[in-house]
């Protein structure tokens, strides 16, 4: 059974910084593209980040880009969203999922597995 399990969200002042960690089990964690989405209260399931299987390549949204940097350990079966410089927009529930298609998918269908979300809340 693939369970994906996100940590490290809660709440954090603007311009604050918190580290979110997604443990995998269950799949052959090295084999896949790992993504972050976020959901905002009415509002669509949208992507942060992705990196590949390999954790040689990244691509970040635009509205995060050069604040959020996302890592894997695939030692650990692990991926981290390292998250700087929060803003209240950043406010969403964010979810860790995990891709066979190997490079960087950036659409939520692309995605075989999700986790069950962490709350991340930025207070201005």
């Known amino acids: 059974q693939v369970q994906l399990v996100e940590s490290g969200g809660g709440l954090v002042q603007a311009g604050g910084s918190l580290r979110l960690s997604c443990a995998a089990s269950g799949l052959a964690f090295s084999s896949y593209a790992m993504g972050w989405f976020r959901q905002a209260p009415g509002k669509e399931r949208d992507l942060v980040a992705t990196?590949?299987?390999?954790?040689?390549?990244?691509y970040y949204a635009d509205s995060v880009k050069g604040r959020f940097t996302l890592s894997r350990d695939n030692a650990k079966n692990t991926v981290y969203l390292q998250m700087n410089s929060l803003k209240p927009e950043d406010t969403a529930v964010y979810y860790c999922a995990a891709s066979r298609s190997r490079w960087n998918p950036r659409k939520s269908y692309e995605y075989d597995y999700w986790g069950q979300g962490t709350q991340v809340t930025v207070s201005s």
């Open positions: 990196i590949s299987w390999r954790g040689d390549s990244t």
